[in-house]
């Protein structure tokens, strides 16, 4: 714990136990630490009580923001940051962290990804390309969006110069699993808002994902492995938009 203004991290968790204990490790500088779990099956809630005592377990029932918004309820700090259990502090970016929200000209800031997929740093394609919303004042703002989510903070925003580092997917095979289930939502999502559902979609918005993260994000200068991720990122919008077409079609 550092002085300055008080800041809660919270994370989000369902079966995180091989992961989690590091990630909370990175963050015990932080003056309090906000874990709710989505009812996990294995040994996560007894890893997280090494931590803290604060640890809430809740259904998410497939609502992300409903479940951030739970742990914004719960957060006692003048600040709170939002890290995934997949996510790691850096010893820079809690500096920076503890620097801006002593001298805070912001209502939030938003955080870069260095993305580490595979066992691979990515430097192009979406790392460090698109921050996210993850440190604001409590009460500035609330969680949108049951898949997806967004935090809306109202007033200024800025963004911080150290990234998150996000250990994503170990391989292949667990970055296919996890897509299923995202797009399993996100499909849900598009037939409750009443769009998509269109033949060329298939075509249209996996082709776009691709020439988005391999060309115009430079993908193709993280090699080989540059390739794999966007052709695995394409994925998302083919899977989402071919489920939302296999539930109009039956």
Known sequence: MGAGPAVSACVLTRNERGRLAECLERLTWADEIVVVDDESTDWTVEVARHFTSRV???????????????????????????VDAD???????????????????????LLRR???????????????HVPLLRLARRGAGRWVGRVHERWRVLGPTAVLRNPLLHFSHADIAHFVEVANYYTTLDARRLLEEGRGGRAWQLIAYPLASFIRNYVWRQGFRDGTPGFIFACLMALHPFLSRAKLLEGRLK
């Not at 998410?60 to 309820?73: G, I, M, P, T």
């Open 114 to 128: 260095q993305e580490i997929h595979f066992g691979h740093f990515f430097r192009h394609g979406e790392s460090l």
């Open 56 to 82: 809430f377990v809740r259904a998410k029932q497939e609502d992300f923001a409903a479940q951030r918004n739970f742990a914004l309820e719960q957060a006692r700090g003048e600040w709170v940051l939002f």
């Open 87 to 109: 996510e790691r502090v850096t010893e820079t970016l809690r500096d920076e962290i503890r620097e801006a929200v002593g001298c805070p000209r912001h209502s939030g800031y």
